[in-house]
């Protein structure tokens, strides 16, 4: 909270000492509910998001580039009035042009994944699993390069301070570990992070692109940091530490490749796979267990107004029971008109006797600015399959947006 | 008699020679607009005001547009959103080249991600950005496309059927052309045997070149589509830097 507010401070002089500046935000109002139980998904929260944004110099060649994003969200369900309000950092961060070189420093978003349903390449950033058929990346501090060619870039990052991805609340969690994940774990999101070299994160991203057919794009992912994961199941402990329930943070290691093609007739391919160490083990030789690798290959079809989009997931673990897991993704998307879009997303998972998820989500445009949604998650299938330990999850949503 | 003769003669070929100066054929007249002066680059601001049912939404664009296909030029284009506020910041690239394929790059900055685009044929027929425009009616017809056929020619105003030689989105387009700056002020697009959309079109010169200032398409659906250019800068060198992700993303 102190932080945010310190941040939002700095954003502020530091956009009025620039001068030009635009201020643009949103406002969210968002309500949803378990199906056949009258437990929240979300509470009735409100979520204000203000930041500012601007370039320093000439608008078509500026020489720096900057944005502050900060979040305030409020539940009026919350019983205590001290957590009823939350204040948060998002992306704030100022970019400087020099030449081909892109220098960013601040907290940041970094995608490398190409792909809509999985994404094997996205490592730098922790994640929001809140809800976790629909993750969200979590910006963190990182000091970032980017060296622009002509058809190609190579973007490199560092992070100096590691951050726990949130995980999901005991609902979403396996039955195993959902009655220990409530108890308290070794960090938090809250908590200062301290420096150290063994938390420090650093690694790249080379894309080149080439006029093959309607374009072709290849690309080459190295990360090594601490997972921002749990890389092992959790364990109690009592000693000189509180007891608690702690979860295992390894060092990890990332080498990844991907591809985009565009042949024409409206038809997009995409393949994207990454090969993940933990700890200090042979990358070419891993121990059991310290290895995996996760690939997604898929395609999109647009015709008229509609998107067709397929991805097949592959995750395999080195010695463990089940090494391999397959996964089928579907994402069918309609732009009914200039106002309406309707979506439909199905994941299926071929573990054990199979399950499934199926959400249909849509929105409406009210007016400039004003977005309705509503989305909806089904879950189906054996109770040994992720999506089948689910099935009592089944709910919906409700959003309004005024973006300004 | 043969006096006669020759003077009517002479009358006769003096109106085919009128003829020819004032109403050109039909492919001559298609020459004129499809080839008149362009400006190398420019950039524009654009504003697009979509009405149905009594109720619009607007949506603000700025581009950067060089190339030219007459000249065997690939056509670049980069647009970027200023307006609503939900959409603001993103924006697109395309890419088109002499042989009519197109590459296309789209930037989703509450994403973060570039995303390469699948082009196809049928990409040319959806509407442009939900408006009453298709992405063909924005970029433009090719004129070896079509046969032309002059309907009318009265008050310095051509009227040019076009029927298309292969898919065009359209049954014809009937062209109303101004032979004063050889533009065209209005089209009609059939479809079945009707009228499907009429677009009229208003320019103001600014340097050597008629740049338009307000189109509006009409549908017979009774929705309808405005759209206003101003800040134009032409002739502008718009270097390689301009055309590419890095750009896209400032």
Known sequence: MKRAAIAAALAAFLCAALGAADFGGYVETRAGWYWGSSELVSPMYQLLEGGVSGKVGDAEAPRAQYLAKVDLEYDPTAGDSTTAATLRLGEAWIKIFEGPLDLSFGNQIVAWSISDGYWPSDVVNPWDYSLPMDPQRIPVPLGRVVLNGANYSIDLVAQPFWTESILPNPRWMPPSESALAALPHDTSLDAKPDFSWDSVGYGGHLKASFELLQGLDLGATYYRGKSSAPTGPGFTYSGMYPSGYYYLFDRSTLVGADLTLSPGGGILLKSEWGYTTLGDTDLLAPEDGKASAQGVSGFEYTIGTAQLEGEYVLDWTKGATEAFAHEAIGILTWSIDDRTEAKLAADYEFSGKGGFMLSPQGSYTIADGLKAGVEAYFFFGDKATIFGSYSGNDLATLSLKYSF | ?250
């Open chain 2, 1 to 250: 008699m043969t006096r006669i003769f020759a003077a009517l003669a002479l009358a006769a070929f003096a109106a085919q020679a009128l003829a020819a100066q004032s109403a050109l054929g039909a492919d001559q007249v298609m020459d004129k607009v499809f080839n008149a002066p362009k400006s190398k680059g420019t950039v524009e601001a654009l504003t697009m005001v979509v009405t149905k049912n009594g109720q619009s939404l607007t949506r603000s664009i700025t581009n950067w547009s060089a190339g030219d296909h007459t000249r065997g030029e690939v056509e670049k284009t980069i647009s970027k959103f200023t307006a609503p506020a939900d959409v603001k910041g993103s924006g697109f690239l395309t890419m088109k080249k002499v042989d009519g394929s197109t590459e296309s790059l789209l930037w989703l900055p509450a994403l973060g991600r570039v995303r390469r685009l699948g082009s196809g044929s049928s990409d040319q027929d959806q509407s442009f950005f939900g408006s009453d425009f298709t992405n063909r009616d924005i970029n433009g017809f090719n004129q070896g496309d079509f046969t032309y056929r002059i309907l009318a020619f009265e008050g310095g105003l051509y009227t040019v059927e076009a029927t298309p030689l292969k898919s065009a989105g359209y049954e014809k387009l009937v062209y109303y052309i101004d032979s004063s700056i050889w533009r065209y002020v209005k089209i009609e697009y059939f479809r079945a045997g009707k009228v499907a959309k009429t677009q009229t079109d208003e320019y103001e010169k600014i340097g050597d070149y008629y740049m338009p200032k307000r189109i509006v398409m009409a549908s017979a659906s009774k929705s309808s589509t405005e759209l206003t250019f101003a800040d134009y800068k032409i002739d502008q060198d718009l270097g390689a830097e301009i055309f590419t992700e890095r750009f896209l993303k400032q």
